[in-house]
């Protein structure tokens, strides 16, 4: 980890570098496959922080889930998987959900975890729909009815995934 702030503070301090965002997160995604992390959080930890670049975000989120390249911490783990998902990516969504649902780097809440995983499962997310009776048993008839207003408005809101463009990511929902 040293290895990695110490590289990117040498990056910061020579001023800015262009970055192709989609070479940047293939070499991030490349690395994190083979288990080399370090090289992996150096390729997307820029993408995620400058260029808030949805995908990446989902990778790091991850890596701070796992402690690998980064230390591990579910905060952190729950703020870059909560940028994701809002800007679409089901897998984001789905993860997220589970973190309410555990109350893993995010109060334990069961209305956020069931909208977040309804809008991954309305995405098309293969694992949501199979963790959504169990979080809807543990709600109260009241709280069942208020997470489904919520998941509603978290479909209207995070339902579409990011659209890419030639110059990299666009996310209009964010604007909303």
Known sequence: M???VITLAALAWSGTVYCDPSASFNAGV???A???????????IPLAESMDHPYAQRVLAEMYAKGQGVDQDPE????????AAEKG????QYKL???YRDGEGVPQDMEYAYAWLSVAAKQGNRFAPSELPGVESRLSEAERSQARKLAEDFIRKYGEPPQLTPE??????QQR
Do not use: C
């Not at 952190?76 to 940028?83: E, G, I, L, P």
């Not at 990516?89 to 984001?92: E, G, H, K």
């Open 34 to 44: 083979r288990g080399d992390y370090d090289t992996a959080a150096l390729s997307l």
């Open 30 to 32: 490349a690395a994190y």
């Open 76 to 83: 952190q783990a729950a703020k870059w998987y909560r940028s």
């Open 168 to 173: 990299g990511i666009d996310t209009p929902l």
């Open 97 to 99: 959900g589970l973190l």
């Open 2 to 4: 040293k290895r990695v």
């Open 89 to 92: 990516v089901d897998a984001a």
